[in-house]
């Protein structure tokens, strides 16, 4: 254990060389001008401190690395570069102590190695796509968005891209702290030095979970209080999965849920939720009435919950609300009468791969606020979509995966706030698309880059082939 707590010393002495050498090299290169030519006298010693210290690091490097496992292919890399960085600056310093000429091709590979290896052990540190980390960060952070959660993978889809973004850089292929890794299923199960890091169906006994939920000036806080750190959502999903069993292939739909991870759950719909950077919810904020509304009575918000559909605030602290069908086991004529009587808090409705009926749909007429509808997947047809021409506000709609027609979207033409129609996955073609964009100009329609069929009824232009003249 002492060399374990020698080899923690690494990170402090490592920094040493790497700024002494390269300021030597500086040194160096600098005095070859005139004005500068008295910095000569400062190389030889900053060689020798540069030269202690990279030795000092190798013998810790070695001892952190035998503490902790690291992959073996970037520790062997990392490892013997710093060997040879080493070397080469004791090298550069007799050179340079006996004038010989050759001391600029030495000192500008000890740079280079210095360079390289600095790189190797940032990839140990922080991963191999330390580099260009930040420039997908936006990608990374973006919540996933899940058209259909109930048929979502709860460790694959939910529990994974938590595991990745904020435990992978210290537990991951590159490196595994406490000779714990947790990017691959049988690495979870195993656990680490320690012992196992979850009990399935037991979070309380689940070291992970315990872990987490230490104050982050405890040292066995995890992640470590400089790293980025998991949100209460995120905390909560974990949680959940493994009082769930902890299961690597289990749906979404073979899990119990309470109202509350109902709720986490919803937010995947759309790619909003109180775990993101802000983006999201700005851009919800953005389709919020200048009036608020007033708040859904707490009785009413029980039906609503009691019905399994899901209701949550469009943004904390608003009374406006987006409600999702996820949990609602039979979606029946009641449950479109309770959220008529929403209507006034109503801005969002997700009811994809549910098994919504055209004559539910008559009740949403009462949603006069209803800004956004996805109804995805489900079997309505056009007569359905007669009972949307009332909704004044409706910005978006997306009936994807349905057996609506041109013939039945001619029902929502009027209405002028509508700004986006995602069809595809319908039978629209290309003659379809071209006389609703002539109906309403400006309207966004979203085919999903699928290749639409083209019909005898659709107008093609025909052009004699070239001839070609001398």
């Not at 939920?213 to 909560?236: A, G, I, W």
Request: aromatic share 8%.
């Amino acid at each position: 254990m002492i060399s374990a707590g020698i080899g923690r010393l690494h990170p402090v002495f490592v920094h040493l060389p790497i700024g002494i050498l390269l300021f030597a090299a500086l040194l160096f290169f600098a005095s070859k001008k005139q004005r500068f030519a008295n910095m000569s006298l400062a190389v030889a010693p900053a060689l020798a401190i540069g030269s202690f210290f990279s030795i000092l690091s190798c013998i810790t490097g070695y001892l952190l690395s035998i503490s902790d496992a690291y992959n073996e292919d970037i520790i062997f890399k990392h490892q013997w570069l710093g060997i040879a960085t080493a070397i080469t600056s004791v090298v550069c310093y007799f050179v340079y102590q006996k004038k010989q000429g050759l001391f600029g091709i030495f000192i500008t590979l000890l740079t280079t190695l210095i360079m390289v290896t600095g790189h190797y052990g940032g990839s140990l540190t922080h991963g191999a796509d330390y580099l260009t980390a930040s420039f997908n960060k936006s990608t990374s952070d973006t919540k996933k968005v899940i058209a259909n959660i109930d048929e979502a993978v709860v460790y694959t889809d939910i529990i994974e891209p938590i595991l990745a973004t904020k435990c992978y850089s210290c537990h991951g292929e590159s490196k595994q702290k406490g000779k714990l890794r947790l990017d691959l299923p049988n690495y979870i199960l195993q656990g680490g030095e320690e012992g196992k890091v979850l009990t399935p169906y037991q979070p309380g006994s689940s070291e992970i979970i315990n872990r987490l939920l230490l104050p982050t000036s405890n040292e066995e806080h995890m992640p470590p209080k400089e790293k980025p750190q998991l949100t209460k959502d995120e905390v909560d999903l974990l949680h959940w999965w493994i009082e769930s069993g902890a299961n690597f292939t289990a749906a979404v739909k073979n899990t119990k849920q309470t109202a509350a991870i109902k709720g986490l759950l919803a937010s995947f719909s759309n790619g909003a939720g109180g775990d993101g950077d802000g983006d999201g919810a700005n851009e919800t904020a953005s389709i919020l009435p200048t009036k608020n509304a007033s708040p859904i009575a707490a009785d009413l918000l029980a039906q609503l919950n009691k019905e399994g559909i899901v209701v949550v605030p469009v943004v904390s602290g608003s009374n406006y609300v987006r409600a999702n069908l996820i949990g609602v086991e039979n979606v029946s004529a009641q449950t479109f009468q309770l959220l008529s009587k929403i209507s006034d808090q109503l801005l969002q409705l997700t009811a994809s791969f549910t098994a919504v009926k055209d004559e539910h749909l008559l009740a949403l007429s009462n949603c006069k606020q209803l800004k956004q509808l996805e109804l995805n997947g489900t079997t309505i047809t056009n007569k359905g979509l007669a009972s949307l021409a009332a909704l004044e506000n409706l910005e978006s709609l997306s009936i994807t995966q349905t057996k609506v027609t041109a013939d039945g979207i001619g029902n929502v033409s009027a209405l002028k706030k509508l700004k986006k129609v995602y069809l595809y996955g319908t039978s629209f073609t290309n003659a379809a698309v071209a006389g609703l964009k002539q109906k309403m100009p400006g309207l966004l329609i979203d085919t999903g880059g699928y290749k639409l069929p083209v019909l005898a009824t659709d107008t093609t232009e025909a052009k004699a082939p070239e001839v070609k003249t001398n």
